[in-house]
């Protein structure tokens, strides 16, 4: 039956709690897209079948009570140990489970309460095996709010969101405040967009509350497009009511009656978790006419993604909306004015939408008394690159980069030297692991050429050519740009071949400072003169790099030689004899037939004909081959 | 009825705000967008072909060939990328014969590039025919690829 009052909602939210409590037990599988795709859902189907065959009870529902209650969750965070199980309240967490696993988890843990020890995670640093979350210096050094459901709940359940204290954020606003309330407590969180611009949210806002129009939109902007960056992704998939219930919040605010959410095509779990946690709120009188007899109306519409990057852009958003092309117009006028179909509009990113909530049901003050002077609350970074824990972390803003990497992370992968770590995706920079105890905010990462963004954080190591890394991210800007204003369209297309004749040997070692000088100028040029953000940041992880790491720019140049041997047109091919055992696959691969050498004896690379393509360094068993640059 | 008649019944005509999911849907039905689709979707809408090939350009998830019957589908996103996913590719380039965004003359498979698959604990992570691969390295491909048809035969 809807629920129509906000005594009905009262009551079904305290039915849910005492639901929740009653549970004995507790098993949260992993279904983010990381897992599934490490097959956790075949984990999931084994453990309900071993259950039965022991004769352990098992329910989906929260209110039905039974020997254990059993739930696909969204994402842990800790994807590098997926598939993930996690069994409450004993607080175990099983990593890498495999469906044969599944019976000892059920006989030892369900029936016996005991631990399965080769299941649990080992920590690189002390080699200890560890028990469970509050364990894991993973976990523990992390602040979760926006990820607070992530993994913990059913996202599918509506009951479950409101046992963790779903739509008190919501019913707060609609009952005991006015739209310029929630506003002012908005703008004293100190809440500012979690998509990178770092406005702050109420600000917005007030802006689209004082715009006049027929209608007013909100929009979520799930158009994650940051190559290695996956929280929005996680956040949708997890726990999709708290966004629903931050774009009500805000329609709420601005007088809106109507919101898209904008979310790429690539993320379908997303989507379909979206899609059901629209229907459950519209069956519930949640969503739709007249909200809990408020007269407060609101609906929420998916709009579909169709990849093109720079749609992350919200006035090419509001383009693609309207079934454009997804171009960027110059601003003024703002969306805040003039938006989709021409009316006022507010566009909110994922995780800050799912931050309001927790913001207006806890208070300003709450949140404000995380993170740093500019910057409240907390940010979800999605780690990744060369890090032993690969994974979505949420940190109080100012929390250094050497506690992430370090700490939280577990450190670089195989014990290599930090390099350094790209923040903020394609539009960020990179910071030197020389600056790693800067306190992470919106402003201390402009400050040494980086910045938020979404929460991209690539760590590198000794073995990644920053040189490389800036061509990686200008190739695929300057795919992404739209074309439509010129000194984004020809700006990212030569500072690309620069870096492309660079990574390759094509200058003279005279022509040093005359590239770099170019190199910077086409960059300044284009921060100046683009249209819209994608253009304006598309030069920072050149010049950042230009800024930390010119040495390997220099030496590319002058020395031609790639310092982290990784560009190949720089490298030597050898082998070694004393580890060659002559099962000469190294010759059968070689494109250019340059490896001879009889059986079983040690090969010769022929460096005249050698196309340095790396064939025979890949294919070798023996780790042979030597490369020197 | 034909698929695209299938998908256009699902809108009202002349609405051009509906025009990027009726090309998804057409997409989804067909594998790709022909010439012909998109005559007839410009006519349905109401905005000339030009306009609907121009808006089908503009975005990466439109193909205008058809797919591959096992699509390998390559993930360049960062995390992908600082773990050795260029040479990944690159080894399905010079297996296959083909490049990103082509297939195989026997129609078998198609080589896709995308920013990102969002699976970054996986890196580098492929998807073959929709089974995801992670932790790919250019020796395994041969094997993947001879895996993946034998599981669809």
Redesign the interface.
Known sequence: MPITTAEQLKTRRQQAKSNDQAVKRRVLVCAG??CV??GSLKVFDALEDEAKKAGVTVSFELDKHEDAYMAASGCHGF??M?PLVHILPDDILYTKVKVDDAAEIVEETLKSGNVVERLLYVDPKSQQPKKGRNDIPFYAGQTRIALKRCGEVDPESLDAYFASGGLEGLEKALFEMTPDRVIEEVLNSGLRGRGGGGFPTGLKWKFARQAKGDHKYVICNGDE??????MD?SLMEGDPFSVLEGMAIAAYAIDATKGYIYVR???PLAIKRLEKAIATLREEGLLGENILGTGFSFDVII???????VCGEETALIH????????PRPRPPFPAQSGA?GMPTIINNVETLSNLGSILSKGADWFASFGTESSKGTKVF?L???INS??LVEVAMGTTIRKIVEDIGGGVLNGKQLKGV?MG?PSGGCVPASHADIEIDFESLKSVGAMMGSG?M?V?DED?CMVD?AK??MD?IQR?S?GKCVPCRIGTKRMLGILTNICEGKYKPEELDEVIAKLEDIGTVTIDASLCGLGQTAPNPVLSTLRWFRHEYEAHIRDHRCPAKACKPFLRYAIDPDKCRGCSLCAKRC?ANAITGEKKKPHVIDQDKCVMC?ACA??CKFEAVIITS | MSGIENVLSQYPPRSQDKLIPILQGVQEEEGFLSKQAMYRIGEYVGVPASKVYGVATFYNGFRFKPRGKYPIVICRGTACHVRGSLAVLEAFQDELGIKPGDTTEDGRFSLEVVACIGACGLAPVITVGGEVFGEVKPGQIKKILKQVQQEGE
Request: net charge neutral; aromatic share 12%.
């Open positions: 897209t990381g795709a490490n994807c590098q997926g497009g940051d190559p290695g960056a996956f992704r095509q690539e993320y709009k579909m993604g169709a990849g093109a990057f693609s909306v309207e079934g454009k092309r997804g171009e179909f999605a990744t690159g060369k690969t994974g790209q995706g991209g690539v590198m990644n890394v990686f991210f695929f992404e739209c494109p790396g890949t294919n």
